[in-house]
């Protein structure tokens, strides 16, 4: 008799497809308009303020001395302000991420998420600047390097923010998440990119829907890939 040869074991099907999340998040984006579209203002009215201070003070002292200042001088003068928009606008990216999590797990959202996830804010800022550190790095010393740990600790500020983890403990979730699914999620990275870019092109005016998009489509995929590792 012949031996019977051991079957092999099918391989999981993919957590998420490109195309099946960009029309996921655009009905979700349409489902929660005002949530989503409220949120992509305040992010960028939050930053704008800031950013705006900053060039007012350089345009102040060019006018009063008639000649610019000098790029160390022009730097230390907007960095604050500059610094105080990022952060800004983190604080209401955390809470837009905290709200649109509900939204996708068929919650409703609500303006208080804004004001709630504020407590999360230390956790998203410290699992963004390690992700930044790791990733910025890697492309200084290399380009292969930082290429490879984009899509690998690119979830971790949603990790973070979602379970209130520690920097390195949410580096080692994004990790975890991504597992066999990197290439697919440097692909979607790049397509949300690429359509990010298409807004900028219109003026501008474009990233008012692309950039609500582009978070709407990477909460379904956190969330696909973290219902798929509980």
């Not at 009905?27 to 203002?41: I, S």
């Not at 009063?64 to 983190?90: D, E, I, N, R, T």
């Amino acid at each position: 008799m012949m031996p019977k040869l051991k079957s092999r074991p099918k391989p999981k099907p993919p957590a998420f497809s490109i195309p099946g999340l960009l029309r996921q998040g655009w009905g979700l984006l349409w489902k929660r308009p005002l949530f989503f579209f409220f949120g992509v203002v305040l992010y960028l009215l939050a930053q704008t303020v800031f950013f705006s201070a900053g060039i007012e003070v350089l345009l102040r002292y060019t006018r009063s001395h008639h000649q610019w200042p000098g790029w160390a001088w022009a730097a230390k003068a907007v960095l604050p302000f500059f610094l105080l928009g990022l952060l800004a606008g983190l604080c209401i990216l955390v809470g837009w991420v905290r709200g649109g999590l509900r939204a996708v797990r068929g919650e409703d959202p609500s303006w208080g998420d804004f004001v709630r996830g504020l407590r999360f804010v230390p956790h998203g800022l410290a699992a963004t600047a390690l992700t930044a550190l790791v990733v910025g790095g890697g492309l200084l010393l290399a380009l292969v390097p930082g290429v490879f740990w984009l899509p690998r600790f690119g979830l971790a500020f949603f990790a973070s923010v979602d379970r209130g983890l520690a920097p390195v403990a949410a580096l080692k979730r994004s990790a975890a998440l991504t597992q066999g699914e990197r290439r697919r999620f440097l692909a979607l990275l790049l397509a949300l990119v690429a359509l990010n870019s298409l807004g900028i092109a219109c003026f501008f005016v474009g990233t008012l829907v692309t950039t609500p998009l582009s978070l709407a489509t990477l909460l379904l995929a956190y969330d696909a890939l973290d219902r798929r590792r509980k």
